[in-house]
């Protein structure tokens, strides 16, 4: 059971680069979400779904966009990458039909470092 | 929107003593989560704490949510350096959003 998998682990990017960061679950989870994570700042909601086709903003949207086109697969995409965004994000899921009321289930993370 | 407050931010111990942490909110909470975050790992989750008053024990870790469901706390006996790491209480923040708190970083002196 691979639970929650993040791709890349690590990645290093120039200012004004784009890249996807990805995300899986096979869990079946309706609910998925995007956290950054700042020294400091604890974890900072960026996009979450509730479900194939549905997404929203979260605390800290700017900068970054999502889509869910499947129940498994929720990707966050970097338009123009800004040093600013300069740090680790996770990925969590949770289903029951509960949502953000579930226990969360974290990837690993993708340490992301942009120049 | 809801926001969570931990209290201390960070909080260094002897092994062996015992120690509680807080979470605080302006807001009357529907409920409130718990996870841990072991240095270099993602969070992992600890407990969820629905009813006003509600006492859950995980071992030596004793969970409250508050009469009110404003506040909640973590009591932590005879600590331990498999204890070290950094916990979260996280609430929904209206609709479907799970809001955090800025985390509590917890050291251990064996």
């Known amino acids: 059971n691979a639970g929650v998998t993040q791709t890349p682990k690590f990645q290093v990017l120039k200012t004004g680069q784009s890249m996807t960061l990805q995300c899986a679950q096979d869990m079946n989870h309706e609910y998925m979400s995007w956290y950054r994570q700042d020294p400091g700042m604890g974890l900072r909601l960026i996009h979450y779904?509730?479900?194939?086709?549905?997404?929203d903003q979260g605390e800290v949207p700017n900068g970054y966009n999502v889509s869910r086109s499947t129940t498994e697969d929720f990707p966050l995409r970097l338009l123009s990458a800004a040093p600013s965004q300069t740090s680790v994000y996770f990925c969590?899921?949770?289903?029951?039909?509960?949502?953000?009321?579930?226990?969360?289930?974290f990837g690993d993370g993708t340490r992301l470092s942009i120049l | 929107g809801q926001q969570v407050m931990q209290i201390p931010q960070y909080q260094h111990v002897q092994e062996g003593e015992d120690f509680t942490t807080y979470c605080n909110s302006s807001t009357t909470l529907s409920n409130i989560q718990w996870y841990k975050q072991r240095p270099g790992g993602h969070p992992v989750f600890l407990i969820q704490?629905?009813?006003?008053?509600e006492v859950k024990k995980q071992k030596r870790l004793t969970f409250q949510f508050g009469e009110a469901k404003k506040n909640s706390s973590l009591h932590i006996t005879a600590t331990q350096t498999t204890d070290v790491g950094t916990y979260f209480c996280?609430?929904?923040?209206?609709?479907?959003?799970?809001?955090f708190g800025k985390g509590m970083k917890l050291t251990v002196n064996p």
């Open positions: 779904s509730v479900g194939a086709g549905i997404t």
């Open positions: 969590a899921s949770s289903g029951a039909g509960g949502g953000s009321n579930q226990p969360q289930h």
């Open positions: 704490l629905v009813k006003s008053g």
């Open positions: 996280a609430s929904q923040g209206g609709s479907e959003k799970l809001v």
